[in-house]
């Protein structure tokens, strides 16, 4: 499918954009762009830390392909990050004329068949929803780009079912992910992929402030949240778990919901957790982004998406339990207003030593792809097919956190073998050829998962 710039845009830029586009933002479009006007399918991830515009960039991509005559599709990993990308970009719909629709697992079962009678008829522009975008009944008449928000959190064959909604060709894909990823490990993960990243922030964002306090600096906190709260500010607590543990001696969500509560009688209060259901987080919430309750009590379900420019502070409790990259995630909650705003880490007296290091870093830098980088060092790389999120990658000798050089040899490498011989036919890969043939790794269709 090869893409014109169209009229959609230049309105777009003309009379409804909402600020300035970084530098970072005009040239990852203009990478964006290049592919889809090659003639060849696009694999591109979008990388980006947390606030950088990763959505204003993907949408203007999706303005490009409808103004072609094809149609858009955004999935993101929970209901919550998929609402707000609609509630998000409906705006812009409306008054660019575009029909937007949002299909989740709770969407009424009348407006559902009215959203796919649209999508069949290509009336329907821009689609947005979770993995119930891949059920069988959505079809679409020309989807001609799919975007995946926070694609490491859908499954290969999830996202496989996607490419198959246009009958035709394959629709270009962006994946996009809030998660910077280490250099070595974009090169090896997503080596099918063309990488994008965003490396400003907007204008006018001020660097989060972040610091350490003990259990024991608990009135000290409690203090700090009080001001904040009355500057008008609103505030998140998060804990790791939901139920008391008889094996682990942390404080669980519900005994920290009532402390809290004692704490500050007189604040409104909200509590999200992962076991509530759809229609009951969605009014909690509805209640913290509308400024009805001022501290937010919840476990990592507000990890992604959530944008509440209001909020100022992220409290972690038993910060030591987070990995460095949930932390930095945790912490992009705060920071998307005008406003100071801050993350502290509480934990008790006793950590480890590496969970000591985890914090330090995230005390020194807000920079996600330093942090990135130091959380390979710590974790390891995970595994290749995205079945665990940590441990090490199956390779015999390299070691992803010093060999990137060689890396980079072999891939440059691996890239002129599949350029002169793909389906490696000379005598001087008939080896490779053998071994590929035995391996899963042939049995997988790369180029249509991304």
């Not at 392909?65 to 858009?72: K, L």
């Not at 543990?245 to 809290?260: F, P, R, V, W």
């Not at 259901?277 to 909690?284: G, Q, S």
Request: net charge positive; glycine share 8%; charged share 25%.
């Amino acid at each position: 499918i090869v893409f014109q710039k169209s009229h959609l845009v230049r309105e777009f830029y003309e009379k409804h954009i909402p600020f300035e586009l970084t530098n970072s933002q005009k040239q990852v479009i203009k990478e964006i762009y290049n592919d889809l006007q090659s003639g060849v399918q696009m694999n591109r991830l979008l990388q980006g830390d947390v606030g950088s515009g990763k959505t204003i960039t993907a949408f203007v991509c999706m303005l490009i392909a409808i103004g072609s005559g094809f149609q858009t599709t955004i999935m993101a990993p929970t209901e919550i990050l998929a609402i707000q990308h609609f509630l998000g970009l409906e705006e812009f719909c409306d008054k660019l004329g575009l029909k937007i629709g949002l299909i989740t697992g709770s969407t009424k079962k009348s407006l559902r068949k009215k959203y796919l009678e649209e999508l069949a008829s290509g009336e329907m522009k821009i689609l947005v929803g979770t993995h119930a975008l891949i059920e069988n009944d959505v079809q679409f008449d020309r989807l001609g780009l799919a975007v995946i928000d926070e694609q490491h959190r859908f499954g290969v064959a999830q996202r496989a079912k996607l490419w198959q909604k246009n009958k035709h060709v394959y629709p270009h894909v962006l994946v996009m992910t809030a998660t910077p990823i280490p250099r070595t490990l974009a090169m090896t993960l997503y080596g099918d992929l063309e990488v994008s990243t965003i490396k400003e922030l907007p204008k006018g964002r001020k660097p989060i402030k972040t610091s350490h306090l003990y259990d024991s600096s608990r009135l000290k906190l409690f203090g700090f949240i009080q001001r904040e709260v009355d500057l008008g500010r609103q505030v998140y607590v998060v804990y790791p778990l939901i139920e008391e543990s008889s094996t682990l001696d942390y404080k669980d969500l519900m005994d920290g919901y009532e402390s809290i509560s004692r704490a500050f009688p007189k604040i409104p209060l909200s509590i999200l957790h992962g076991r509530m259901k759809a229609k009951d987080k969605d009014f909690e919430m509805d209640r913290f982004v509308r400024g009805e309750t001022k501290i937010m009590v919840a476990t990592t379900v507000i990890e992604v998406g959530v944008n509440v420019p209001n909020a100022s502070v992220m409290v972690i409790e038993n910060a030591e339990r987070f990995g460095l990259s949930q932390l930095h995630q945790l912490r992009g909650r705060v920071g998307r207003g005008a406003d100071q705003s801050y993350c502290i880490l509480m934990t008790g007296s006793k950590i480890s030593k590496e969970a000591r290091e985890r914090i330090g870093c995230m005390v020194a830098t807000t920079d996600g792809f330093e942090i990135a980088e130091k959380d390979l060092e710590l974790r390891g790389p995970g595994d290749l097919m995205g079945t665990q999120q940590s441990g090490l990658l199956e390779l015999k000798v390299a070691d992803l956190t010093t060999d990137g050089e060689l890396l980079k040899k072999a891939r440059a490498m691996a890239e002129k073998i599949v350029s002169d011989d793909p389906e490696l036919k000379l005598m001087t890969h008939s080896k490779m050829a053998r071994h590929l043939s035995k391996s899963q790794i042939a049995t997988l269709k790369w180029s249509a998962i991304s």
